[in-house]
């Protein structure tokens, strides 16, 4: 497909367990973005790769969120011991720009439910 | 504090109408988005904008950049329009967006 994948889709984790989580983007874009979108909010940033380097991750939340691109193409996003209110839709975007400074392109997204 | 306001929330409205989503921000910015999500979490890019006034099919973006203030347009919407509609503004400085919560717009047959 020529779109931005997720996988998976949904996710069921227990407290505490480990997840992670896929995002195959469009072939060759050059930035990747990660969003945590709560339940009714808009996404937040979580941090942003150009190629394998990972240039800012201020927006991820505490020391159990991890994320590589170690090839420059696909990324995952990791949660260490997960608590319930992990539990969001996880976006991951593209774009073919350095700094996403054009056009995004959205993946559909993983739903993590943390009971 | 939150860099990007949207109103209204949530919308309804009956097919055919015209609609507007408003969004004002706070920072300097060098691009405004407006993004289409619909049921499920697919988001879609229609628009972005720096300037100006842009148009798709029945669609119609605006930006006051003096002003801090975008506005979203639909012209005789349908129940296919039905989705969150989300403001998000790249500021000049720095890699991230910021995102608005979103307006909720559900048209009526």
């Known amino acids: 497909g020529a779109g931005v994948s997720q996988s998976p889709r949904y996710k069921v984790a227990k407290r505490g367990q480990d997840v992670a989580l896929r995002c195959d983007p469009i072939?060759?874009?050059?930035?990747l973005f990660w969003y945590q979108q709560a339940l009714g909010q808009g996404p937040e940033f979580l941090t942003y790769f150009q190629n394998e380097a990972q240039l800012d991750k201020s927006g991820l939340p505490s020391d159990r969120f991890f994320a590589e691109r170690p090839e420059g193409s696909v990324s995952t996003l990791k949660i260490q011991r997960t608590q319930q209110e992990d539990s969001a839709v996880y976006l991951c975007?593209?774009?073919?720009?350095?700094?996403?400074?054009?056009?995004?392109?959205f993946g559909p997204g993983t739903r993590l439910t943390v009971t | 504090k939150n860099e990007v306001e949207q109103s209204p929330q949530n919308l309804t409205a009956q097919e055919g109408e015209f609609i507007t989503i408003n969004c004002s921000y706070s920072?300097?910015?060098?691009?405004l988005h407006w993004l289409q999500q619909h049921p499920g979490g697919g988001i879609v890019s229609l628009f972005m904008?720096?300037?100006g006034k842009k148009k798709h099919g029945r669609l119609i973006a605006t930006i006051n950049i003096q002003e801090k203030h975008s506005s979203l347009h639909i012209t005789a919407s349908h129940p296919r329009d039905s989705a969150v509609y989300i403001c998000?503004?790249?500021?000049?400085?720095?890699?991230?967006?910021?995102f608005g919560t979103g307006t909720s717009l559900t048209v009526i047959p």
């Open positions: 920072v300097g910015i060098s691009a």
């Open positions: 975007a593209s774009s073919f720009s350095p700094l996403g400074v054009y056009e995004q392109y």
């Open positions: 904008l720096s300037s």
């Open positions: 072939s060759g874009h050059v930035s």
């Open positions: 998000a503004v790249r500021p000049r400085s720095g890699d991230q967006f910021y």
